[in-house]
């Protein structure tokens, strides 16, 4: 096929989508009754393909108020029912065969910000297959561009990487938090990406943003591998985050730009905490930059750990530390409101207020812990959200959740398409699907 006959496809099929979701959109709003939509002598019920595409219209419209008129149209159809609407989105979702070989430069908005990134996709991209992505975040001085040479042609074919550029590499910030996270989308949402199999990794400044990003967002990732960087002294209790995610740690003993022993005292504290992670310390040096930097020779051990590892997207338990400003979910659980606690700046790091200090954060340790049983550790927390499926609970039986060694709910959950396709659309993930939401008011402490 050439370039242009591609072209040409891929317009096409984006033209079929936009016209389809107007449609939708305006059958929502009653301006088109729902029988004039169709072509004539269709069948009354739609085909797998257009109640798929109906889900997709949904789940990808950028538009919010535009979404809740196609949602209100797919609830209307009695066919999507909730094996019906997960089928869809785990396994039904088409992407257009793009080329494959190394993309520079490519440009991404956030906060009204444009920014790029570079992406090296195998020349072998089929889009049917799915790739694992790994996401590396660049040293200060360096770019993502040129961070993606190091690294492109160690992987092989089963992955895409790509390298978002940021200034001075000042990852711990939340601009560059909210950057990541969508380049993250936007390659899942063009590439038919393993949401299993998402890697986050960095070197230096890069990998101080590994730690932070990978500990607030653990439940999006299989692994985490932060090379030659550390954690200050106030971030260290958001590692029980990563309870359920692995972690590969790299560190030269002589490095004299991030002392090695902000590693180990990390890897110390997994150990303590019971977190799955490899410590590797070497004693290579670089004639240039001593022993900050990622020796070669470590190259084929981390690939082979990012081969071994799957996500578990439904941990039967979750641990959650969060500040004030991240307050998202975190897989099937959410905290919702708290106690004061610390709220973090913009840049994550810098607030030295007296709550930070002292390192006053909310924390939910949450277990299913028997069959239709959840029991909920709360400190500082006042209300929390449960996301559930029928992997986490039996519907049709009663649902107790202890909270604090109190019983805070029992009774019946009813699971919803609507609730289903509401929380697919703010996850993007087709494997943590939750048709439940049930909140917990946290049972005040006895006086």
């Known amino acids: 096929m050439s370039p242009r006959q591609g072209a040409g496809q891929d317009h096409a099929l984006v033209l079929r989508r936009t016209v389809r979701l107007a449609v939708l959109f305006l059958i929502a709003l009653g301006t088109i009754p729902v029988a004039s939509a169709q072509a004539p002598n269709a069948p009354p019920s739609r085909t797998t393909l257009q109640a798929a595409d109906d889900v997709f ?17 797919v609830l209307a159809n009695p066919e999507m029912t909730m094996g019906r609407v997960s089928r869809a989105i785990q396994t039904e979702r088409r992407y257009q065969a793009l080329p494959g070989g190394t993309m520079v430069e490519q440009p991404i908005r956030v906060r009204e910000e444009t920014y790029d990134y570079a992406v090296s996709v195998p020349l072998t991209y089929q889009p049917s297959t799915r790739y694992g992505l790994v996401i590396c975040l660049h040293g200060a001085g360096f770019s993502g561009d040129a961070y993606l040479e190091r690294w492109q042609h160690r992987l092989g074919d089963d992955y895409l990487l790509v390298c978002p550029t940021y200034p001075s590499g000042a990852w711990f910030t939340r601009q560059a938090e909210e950057l990541v996270l969508a380049v993250i989308e936007r390659m899942q949402a063009q590439y038919h990406i393993d949401p299993d199999r998402v890697f986050l990794t960095g070197m230096s400044n890069g990998g101080i943003g590994a730690w932070l990003i990978g500990m607030h967002h653990a439940q999006r990732f299989a692994g985490v591998a932060p090379m030659a960087s550390g954690l200050d002294g106030v971030l260290m209790p958001f590692l029980a985050n990563l309870r359920t995610t692995p972690i590969y740690i790299i560190h030269g003993a002589k490095d004299q730009v ?28 670089h004639p240039v930059a001593g022993g900050h930097f990622f020796p070669r020779e470590e190259l084929p051990d981390l690939v082979r750990w990012l081969n071994a590892q799957r996500r578990n997207p439904l941990p039967q338990a979750v641990t959650v530390v969060r500040e004030g400003s991240h307050f998202q979910s975190f897989g099937w659980v959410r905290i919702d409101t708290t106690d004061p606690i610390a709220v973090f700046a913009d840049d994550l790091i810098s607030k030295r207020d007296e709550l930070t200090r002292k390192k006053r954060y909310a924390r939910l340790d949450v277990a299913v812990t028997a069959p239709n049983r959840i029991e909920v550790e709360a400190g500082l927390v006042q209300r929390y959200t449960l996301f559930l499926n029928d992997q986490l609970v039996d ?9 604090n060694q109190h019983v805070a709910f029992e009774g019946m959950v009813t699971p919803t398409v609507e609730t289903l396709l509401r929380q697919a659309r703010a996850r993007k993930d087709s494997q943590q699907l939750f048709p439940v939401q049930l909140t917990i008011q946290v049972p005040a402490p006895a006086p």
Request: glycine share 4%; proline share 6%; net charge negative.
């Open 57 to 73: 219209a949904y789940l990808d419209e950028a538009d919010s108020t535009k979404a809740e008129g196609v949602l209100q149209h």
């Open 258 to 285: 991030m002392p090695v022993e902000l590693s180990r005292t990390i890897a110390r504290a997994l150990t303590a905490m019971g977190v799955p992670h490899i410590y590797r310390e070497h004693e290579r040096e």
């Open 395 to 403: 519907f049709s039986k009663p649902v107790t959740v202890v909270t």
